[in-house]
């Protein structure tokens, strides 16, 4: 047995505890795994530096987590779960700032193209916020794009983003 399975099943008993106020959307038919659960293994992969879900699905071969889920429908439903995830970090996010008062607030610049290509490029032209040209003082250069604010504490725990 990995340690894939043993952190899935301490993180899962957490967020049990900490997140059973929050619910996700309905389903029709009931999923073998719950929304906590694959929330739970998100977590999980993430912490262990699994970066991608061949690498995840390699590792849960096996397990018992084998039969529970498809690759192709555990990325599907992930994506549909962001805001059920989104929730779930701000209530792990408050539980964790009771322990500091200390916040750090910074942002960067996520280029989305180079400049030249920026006025024919139609990446991220059907989202709402538009990418637009701006300049970093800091790095002393151009780009087009998003800027990203973050706000963390001292232990680098992420309490809030923005584009």
Sequence with gaps: MNNLIQNYK??????????????????IRLPKMSDLELVALNITAEYMSI?????LFRCIAGTSLDGKIERSVYNKRKR???????????????????????????????????I????????????EIKPAFGYCAAQKSRYFGYKLHAVCDKNGIFHSFDF
Excluded: G, M, W
């Excluded at 970066?51 to 690498?55: V, Y």
């Excluded at 030249?116 to 989202?127: E, H, L, M, Y």
């Design 10 to 27: 301490i993180i899962l008993k957490e967020l049990t505890k900490t997140c059973n106020h929050i619910t996700s959307s309905k389903k």
């Design 116 to 127: 030249s290509r920026a006025n024919r490029s139609a990446i991220c032209s059907t989202n």
């Design 80 to 114: 549909k779960l962001l805001p059920y995830i989104e929730k779930i970090r701000e209530t792990l996010s408050k539980k964790f700032s009771d322990f500091t008062n200390v916040f750090i607030v910074d942002s960067t610049p996520i280029e989305i193209c180079k």
């Design 51 to 55: 970066n991608s879900e061949l690498q």
